[in-house]
């Protein structure tokens, strides 16, 4: 309190005298001024904690003098208590209304005086402590914001590293904070076809997006190795139901393309009703969520069934998170499905519907506050030649990763059962960098190879049954008649690579325990009829991704060979 100064601004001599006196007797120091315009030449000269000012003053009043000297502290709370003789309400008013704090009616009690000057003093520092707690917060904010762009684009990197910008693919991404609890992944799969994930987390912002970076690696990584869309949901249920607290899960749609079948096959949990919107007559088809959300159930309950939607070329999935569905106007209303619908009914052309819904909900919300994330993504059907190739880039030096290397992997009866070793042994393979490029290429080796080795060798089923379409489902019956019995039998994969790390060979060997096959008749029979038939097409097709293609032994073991960079027309 000894270090408080006070300025006195009164034109009349004795009165300042008078109050100079009791405030010093009061311990405080003690600056004078004689008008307004002195009063503001000692404010900006000493900065007073407290100002005592006199409302009539010559050159320039105290009201105007407070207003500028209010203007000049900015952000500093410095007290003004006027010294005034008036006693009409109004007036009064006036004063405060300029900017003082307070007024103390002449002749001056020093009793009241003292406990005004202390208690706008105790003011004036539990101001000057709000200050630097909000400085300190500001600082502290702008740090944490700093780690979470910076954190923000690592996961970006982790949780976009698909093919978002593949040509039948628009999406809008619009979180609320740094961080979106929403998530959208979508990814080529090595035989040909696209997965793509929705996700709505509950929530927002960073602890939303926490369980959105190991969604996004098995995401990605499972659907690189081949694995199945229910496989990979799985994973992601298992994964999101042992990480994420009691009272968190993840909404979602996920989807599988498959351009060559022209269909979309769905899962969705959680999330709203989504719009399959056709090309040719512009009707709308509503598809309904009928799973929980992932996370929430344990494996042993979880439901991985899909549901097949044939789609033609130009037919248009929307999905999108609740944020859209539950965006407020300035009158706290919802955008709701009845808007959302009547976008669809009332577009002209499906190539807009996109654009409509963003205009649509960006003139309902106006200028009201957001308070989830939005999230709008569009599939549309397309040829599969019309994705966009992934092409691997070669560094000038050799590339890192395993150069010489073999393997076998001896599969039996009750392995074969239960277990796809397509996943494993592709992810072997994108082990080498070389052969990452060549991942459709190779899954197509792979698959048809081991196909054959299991089904004809092993189960012994025969291609001729797939000779027309009705002999497909008679196939695939008798297929699971006979794995359910299966008790003996194997097939064994062998891998060996050499390379120097700008090329490399990969001869991949499937033997099984049938009894083989002449095959000299058959491959010459496959190459002159595979384009008029349903069976047999996959050893010609085999053969054009291999440098050689051969049978051994009594027909029971297949070689090829593959290199890379692989060369087609005279191009990598």
């Known amino acids: 309190m000894d270090a408080i100064k006070v300025l006195i601004a009164d034109d009349?001599?004795?009165?300042?005298?008078?109050?100079?006196?009791?405030?010093?007797?009061?311990?405080?120091?003690?600056?004078?001024?004689?008008n307004g315009q002195e009063a503001i030449h000692a404010f900006e000269q000493h900065r007073p904690d407290i100002i005592l000012m006199d409302v009539m003053m010559p050159v320039m009043d105290g009201r105007e003098a407070a207003r500028r000297i209010k203007a000049d502290a900015g952000e500093d709370f410095v007290p003004v208590i006027f010294l005034t003789s008036l006693t009409d309400a109004q007036s009064l008013a006036d004063c405060l209304e300029s900017g003082?704090?307070?007024?103390?009616?002449?002749?001056?009690?020093?009793?009241?005086?003292?406990?005004?000057?202390?208690?706008?003093?105790r003011m004036?520092?539990?101001?000057?402590?709000?200050?630097?707690?909000?400085?300190?917060?500001?600082?502290?904010?702008?740090h944490l914001l700093h780690e979470q762009h910076v954190a923000k684009a690592v996961f970006d990197n982790v949780a976009h590293a698909g093919c978002l910008s593949a040509p039948n693919i628009r999406y809008m991404l619009s979180p609320l904070a740094v961080f979106n609890g929403d998530v959208l992944l979508a990814a080529r799969k090595p035989a040909g076809g696209m997965h793509v994930l929705l996700g709505d987390f509950t929530g927002h912002g960073l602890p939303a997006a926490i369980g959105a970076m190991p969604l996004a690696e098995i995401f990605y990584g499972m659907t690189a190795k081949g694995f199945a869309l229910r496989d990979i949901l799985r994973?992601?249920?298992?994964?999101?139901?042992?990480?994420?607290?009691?009272?968190?899960?993840?909404?979602?749609?996920?989807?599988?393309?498959?351009?060559d079948r022209k269909t979309a096959s769905v899962w969705m949990?959680?999330?709203?009703?989504?719009?399959?919107?056709?090309?040719?007559?512009?009707?709308?088809?509503?598809?309904?969520?009928?799973?929980?959300?992932?996370?929430?159930?344990?494996?042993?309950?979880?439901?991985?069934?899909?549901t097949?939607?044939?789609?033609?070329?130009?037919?248009?999935?929307?999905?999108?998170?609740?944020?859209?569905?539950?965006?407020?106007?300035?009158?706290?209303?919802?955008?709701?499905?009845?808007?959302?619908?009547?976008?669809f009914s009332q577009a002209s052309d499906p190539q807009h519907v996109f654009d409509d819904i963003q205009h649509a909900l960006a003139d309902f919300i106006a200028d009201s506050a957001r308070d989830d994330d939005t999230t709008l993504l569009e599939l549309r059907m397309i040829e599969e030649d019309e994705l966009e190739d992934i092409a691997l880039q070669l560094a000038s030096g050799p590339l890192s990763g395993p150069i010489d290397w073999q393997m076998s992997y001896h599969l039996g009866p009750e392995t074969l059962r239960h277990f796809n070793p397509l996943p494993l042994m592709i992810h072997i393979m994108m082990e080498v960098p070389g052969l990452r490029v060549m991942g459709g290429q190779l899954y197509t080796v792979m698959a048809e190879l081991f196909s054959n080795a299991f089904e004809h060798g092993v189960l012994g089923l025969k291609s001729e049954l797939k000779r027309s379409s009705d002999g497909f489902m008679q196939?695939?019956?008798?297929?699971?008649?006979?794995?359910?019995?299966?008790?003996?039998?194997?097939?064994?994969?062998?891998?060996?690579?050499?390379?120097?790390?700008?090329?490399?060979?990969?001869?991949?060997?499937?033997?099984?325990?049938?009894?083989?096959?002449?095959?000299?008749?058959?491959?010459?029979?496959?190459?002159?009829?595979?384009?008029a038939q349903y069976c047999g097409r996959g050893i010609p097709l085999v053969s054009q991704i291999c440098e050689t293609l051969e049978y051994q032994g009594r027909?029971?073991?297949?070689?090829?060979?593959?290199?890379?960079?692989?060369?087609?027309?005279?191009?990598l």
């Open 12 to 34: 009349n001599q004795i009165d300042r005298m008078v109050l100079s006196r009791i405030v010093r007797n009061q311990g405080y120091q003690v600056l004078e001024a004689e």
């Open 100 to 121: 003082g704090d307070d007024f103390l009616s002449k002749p001056y009690n020093h009793i009241i005086l003292q406990a005004k000057i202390s208690s706008f003093y």
């Open 124 to 142: 004036r520092e539990m101001h000057r402590t709000v200050q630097r707690q909000r400085d300190t917060i500001a600082s502290n904010n702008e």
């Open 235 to 259: 994973e992601i249920n298992l994964k999101l139901k042992g990480i994420l607290p009691v009272g968190f899960f993840c909404c979602a749609v996920v989807v599988d393309l498959n351009f």
């Open 269 to 306: 949990g959680g999330v709203p009703d989504c719009y399959m919107l056709r090309s040719g007559n512009g009707a709308v088809e509503s598809l309904k969520s009928t799973h929980l959300p992932l996370g929430v159930l344990s494996n042993e309950q979880f439901s991985d069934t899909l």
């Open 308 to 343: 097949e939607f044939p789609m033609g070329n130009g037919d248009r999935l929307f999905v999108w998170s609740d944020g859209i569905i539950e965006a407020r106007n300035p009158a706290g209303e919802m955008f709701g499905e009845e808007r959302l619908r009547n976008v």
């Open 475 to 531: 196939y695939y019956q008798e297929r699971e008649t006979r794995l359910a019995g299966l008790s003996e039998g194997y097939v064994i994969i062998h891998m060996q690579h050499h390379g120097d790390g700008r090329s490399g060979r990969l001869v991949l060997t499937v033997e099984d325990s049938g009894p083989g096959f002449n095959f000299a008749p058959v491959l010459e029979e496959q190459k002159e009829s595979a384009s």
């Open 555 to 571: 027909g029971n073991i297949v070689e090829a060979v593959i290199r890379w960079p692989q060369i087609l027309d005279g191009r």
